[in-house]
Every structure is written in C-alpha cells, then in structure tokens.
C-alpha cells in the first residue's frame, strides 16, 4: 500500500506544485491521477520513486517511509513507464527490456527467459522482435516494450505516467484494453497518471481527482460519477457521463431485498422445504451475522437428498461474482453475459448479504421502464 | 606525364623510407589522439554538467583553435623544447576543441526522456553516463575525431620545424635540397592519409547513426 501524508511540494522556484496531499494506492489496484495539465499529477508520481522528494510530509510504501530508502535501490524495486515512452535507441528490445535485471546482476540465463516471456504476455512474438532496434516498432509496439521493461524485474508497483497519451486513438484504446487484462493477471499496484477522463473510467480502482496540487475528490469511478463533490468535478467529468449514469440504475435500487436464505446447519429436507413454500430453485446461504456463504441450487439438493445426515453446509457452493449496492445495472448485466450464472448476491464490503438481483430482476426491471418496447413494429 | 613516371620511380626507389615515415606520422597523430580523447570527453562531460564551466573550457579550445599552428609550434617549442613529444603536445591541444565541443553537443542533444528513463528505471548517475548518454554520444563524437584527425594529420606535417619526425620530413629537406620529388611524396601521401581516415571515420559514423536512428 502507498500513502502520501499531508506531502508539500515546493519547487527551486518557489512554485507550490503539490498542497498537502494525502492519499493511499491499495495493493492489486489501479489508481489513478486525473487533473488538468499542471495540477501536479506527475510530481506527485515522481514522489513515488524518489525523482522528486517531499517539501514537507511523507512518503509511505507499506508503511515504511521511503525518505529512509536508497533512491536507485528504491528505483529498481518499482516499474516506471513514461509518456515519451523513453525506450533505449542504442539498445535492441530485448536489452530494453531487460535493463533493471542486469542492474540488478541477474544471471544471464534468467534474462533472457524473462524478456521472452514477457514480450509474450505483451503479444509480441519474442522471435521477431527480440534484436530489433526500438526505432524499427510503432509507436504501440514500442510502448508495450516500454511496460514489458517496466514490469521486468517483478516489482510490486508500477507508475506509469500518461503512458498512451502520444498514441494515435486506436493504439491508445488497444493498449488500455490489454492494461486491463494484463492487470487480472499480474495483479500489481498500478499508479496512472492521464488526463484523459474516459481512459480514468475504463481502467481505474480508485480515481484521484486534483486542481492547482490539490485533491478535489477520491474514491471509485462509480463514487465520482454518482456524487460528483462539486462543479469542477463534475466540469471535469462531463455532463454526458454523468446524464448516462443517472438514467442508469445501480443494484441496490432494483435487487430483491429479502432473498430467499438457509444458514449452513440446515438439514435438506428443510431446505427442499424453503424452496418449495416460496416456489425457487435456489437458496442464498448465510451465516447468523449474514454473512455470504455461497448458494444450493434444488439440483444439489435431490442429489444428496437419500443421505440424511447431510446439510447446508456439505452441498452450498460459492457465488463466482458478487456485486456491490452502488453496481451499475449495466454491470450486472455484462457479468450475467459474460458467466453463467444466473444470480448474483448485493453485498456490502464486509460481505454481508443485502440483496439479490437474478437475470428475472433485470426482465422484469426492463419491463417496468420500457413497457411499450416492441410493440409498434414487426 | 614525365613528371608522373618520374615521381613513381622515385616512390619506387624511397617507398621503405616514405614507409617508415608514414608510421612515425601515424603514431604521433594517434597518440595525440588519443590522449585529446581522454581529456577532452572528460571536459566535454563535465561541460554537460555544468554551464559555467562549459562556457569557459569552450572559449579557451577555442582560443588554441585559432593559434596558428607555426605560431603554436614555436611557443610550445619553448616549454617543451625540441622532438615529437612537443609535436604530439600540439596535436592534443588542436584536437580538443573538436572533440570537446561534439561531446558536448553530443550529450546535450541526448534526449531528456530517455535519460529520465534511465534514473527512473534505477541507473545511478554514472550508469546513465556510461550506458545510455555516452553511446548515444558516440555520432555526434565520432564527427568529432574525424575533424580533429584531419588538422592532426595536416598539423603533424609541421614536426620537423621543432625536430620532430614524420612525413613533414621529406617535405622539409625536399625545401632544402630544392627536390620537388621529396617535397611531393610527403604531401601527397599526407594527403592520402587525411582522406583516408576521413573517409574511414565517415563509415563508422555512418554505421553508428544507423543503428539509432
Ligand atoms: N522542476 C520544476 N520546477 C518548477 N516548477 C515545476 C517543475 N516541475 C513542474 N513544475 C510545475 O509544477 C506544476 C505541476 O507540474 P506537473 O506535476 O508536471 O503537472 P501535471 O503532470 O499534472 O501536468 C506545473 O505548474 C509545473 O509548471
Ligand atoms: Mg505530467
């Protein structure tokens, strides 16, 4: 985790770039900077990595103050992609890639496996591209070279500072969609520097807002979109984003607040019991605090039905996706598209179950809204 | 065409003693070299780093620069005293300004977002110097030394005024003995010589402009 406490930033020239700042990045998680051009976004990256070092305030990266830490050992510990993507002309792409682990010695053997995996997990066939020279690569390629680089030397954090901002649309858009792929694979702490508010929405965790190096707003894009602080937020976000979101629902406005539950020490001919009483196919199950456990389904259940000693707790399976109260419906539907499941349980962020939205919610939702859809045509 | 088959004839008879002239041409000019390549990439980087001093150490190479060659000689003559260790002095000092000002340029024209890149991925002050800012130098010094190693090359010529060796020699007692052979092969294969390292100099920059660009 990275915190920034109540940090300054004063230039040589006087300039006040950053005022008191105080932030954290979650470990696994995207952050990212967003602000006008000038609000400090890159000087408060480059705190980060000791480019730059706090007037006043501190630096923490997992609770260890970084002004204690040796800035090249700190440097070589935290991937860095620039905007003017910086890659190394004089030296081909598997050099460029592996430059932090022959600084920090790694045997020869182990870098050049290292740079074909990753030009690999980049999508750039390590055969074709390995001794080529950066200047030989599209803009796109070279900036895919320039992450593969950062992510060389397996750190934990990497900054990337308006890291597809030089790319024509098309690159950009490519790249961010790859970002976020490779995030569920890598699963770094990621600081992102843009500008750019769709590109802030498309990859981010969290969303820092800042004005004149000074955060105007925090918290995740859904927080920003539905409770903007004020004009220049939402200024900064966009009448029509924001238009969008509030035609749109979110879950808890539109889930089923009492689903249907069992607890763990039921017996199944309870369960069976429950399920035909309130005519479903499926329980929620939760513990005595309402903790989400997972579900049965009644096909579990006629299973394991003959052996009496079974309960809840033997057959209940775990939900593959859980929602929060403020999920876009849009959301919940992109997850009933994208997995099989037929439910999806509303829960708060210490678990506990508030809801339930089935795909019938959102029919009957869609039913409520566009009552007339359909029926002119045809 | 008499003149031609006569000066062949006459590199015929002489090419052992032209040869060995040749080389003690070579080695001044390259010791001379390469010790105006030490010193002066030492005070091309420390010019990079610092402005001031950059203005300084630029103005007095320029200074040198400007000496005459005779004139220069004759003064270092008078430190040093005669032989081709005084020669190989001016050649150093004829040198720098070139190399001096490309190392310069060179470092300063390094662009600052692949040098930041260097720090930020964890290279210390002297990594990015060593690994990314000086062999991205390297074109702009190579056209450096190709300048500096064509006035070596004619500057050495001008030795045996101060008792040095080298291919000024056979030009010099050519003068004397009024002996246009003499006088036309050291010119000619001096000459040669210039165009030749500037051609070959030219190649390597070529070639090391290429892998850049
Ligand atoms: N080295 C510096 N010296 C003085 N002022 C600077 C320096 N670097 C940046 N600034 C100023 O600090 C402010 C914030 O800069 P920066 O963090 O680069 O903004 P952003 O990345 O958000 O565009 C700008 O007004 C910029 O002019
Ligand atoms: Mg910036």
């Known amino acids: ?378 | 065409m008499n003149g031609l088959i006569e000066f062949f004839q006459y590199l015929g008879k002489n090419w052992a003693d032209l040869l060995a002239l040749t080389f003690e041409h070579i080695v001044m000019v390259v010791i001379g070299m390469g010790i105006a390549l030490v010193i002066g990439i030492l005070l091309g980087i420390i010019s990079s780093k610092n402005e001031r001093l950059a203005s300084i150490i630029l103005a007095v190479a320029n200074l040198i620069q400007v000496f005459p060659s005779l004139a220069l000689l004759t003064v270092l003559m008078l430190f040093f005293g005669l032989g081709s260790s005084t020669v190989v002095i001016a050649l150093v000092l004829y040198s720098l300004l070139p190399i001096i000002r490309n190392t310069y340029v060179g470092l300063k024209e390094v662009d600052a977002s692949t040098t930041q890149a260097g720090t930020g991925l964890g290279m210390n002050t002297w990594q990015v110097l060593f690994k990314v800012q000086l062999p991205l130098s390297v074109p702009f010094l190579l056209a450096g030394v190709r300048i500096a190693m064509v006035i070596s090359i004619g500057v050495a010529a001008l030795a045996p005024f101060i008792g040095g060796g080298g291919l000024g020699t056979t030009i010099y007692s050519g003068i004397n003995l009024r002996d246009p052979m003499q006088i036309y092969s050291g010119a000619l294969v001096a000459a040669a010589l210039a165009i030749l390292a500037d051609y070959l100099l030219g190649k390597a920059q070529k070639k090391f402009d290429k892998s850049k660009a």
């Open chain 1, 1 to 378: 985790m990275i915190t920034l406490k109540n940090v300054y930033k004063q230039y040589d020239d006087g300039f006040e770039a950053l005022k008191n700042i105080n932030l954290t990045c979650e470990d696994g998680e995207i952050t990212v900077l967003i602000g006008p051009s000038g609000c400090g976004k890159t000087t408060t990256l480059r705190l980060l990595n000791r480019l730059i070092n706090p007037t006043k305030g501190k630096v923490l990266i997992d609770d260890k103050d970084i002004s204690e830490i040796n800035p090249v050992t700190l440097r070589r510990s935290i991937g860095y992609v620039i905007q003017h993507i910086g890659l190394f002309p004089h030296m081909t792409i598997a050099s460029n890639i592996g430059v932090v682990p022959r600084l920090l010695k790694w045997d020869k053997q182990s870098i050049t496996k290292r740079v074909d995996e990753l030009l690999d997990l980049v999508g750039l066939e390590p055969e074709t591209y390995r001794s080529r020279y950066p200047s030989e690569l599209s803009g796109g390629q070279q900036q895919r070279i320039g992450v593969a680089r950062a992510l060389a030397a397996e750190p934990s954090i990497i900054l990337m500072d308006e890291p597809f901002s030089a790319l024509d649309p098309i690159s950009r858009e490519q790249l961010q969609d790859e970002l976020v792929r490779l995030q569920k694979e890598i699963k770094k702490s990621i600081v992102f520097v843009t500008h750019d508010m769709d590109e802030a929405l498309k990859i981010a965790d969290k969303i820092i807002l800042m004005k004149d190096g000074e955060i105007v707003q925090q918290g995740k894009p859904e927080e920003l979109l539905r409770r903007p602080a004020n004009d220049f937020v939402k200024n900064f976000i966009g009448q029509k984003r924001l238009e969008k979101v509030e035609e749109i629902p979110v879950a808890k406005e539109v889930m089923i607040r009492k689903p249907v539950t069992t607890y763990p020490r039921r017996g199944l001919a309870e369960a069976m019991n429950a399920m035909e009483k309130k005519q479903v196919d499926t329980l929620v199950v939760i513990d005595e605090e309402h903790q989400l456990k997972g579900y049965v389904s009644i096909y579990d259940v006629l299973r394991e039905y003959q052996d009496e000693n079974k309960r809840v707790d033997d057959i209940y399976q775990p939900f593959e996706h859980t929602i929060g109260p403020e999920t876009l419906l849009s959301d919940a539907v992109v997850i009933f598209n994208e997995s099989k499941t037929g439910y999806l349980p509303v829960i708060t962020d210490d678990n506990k179950l508030i809801g339930l939205i089935t795909r019938g919610t959102i029919v009957g939702y869609l039913g409520d809204v566009y009552p007339s859809v359909g029926n002119g045509g045809v």
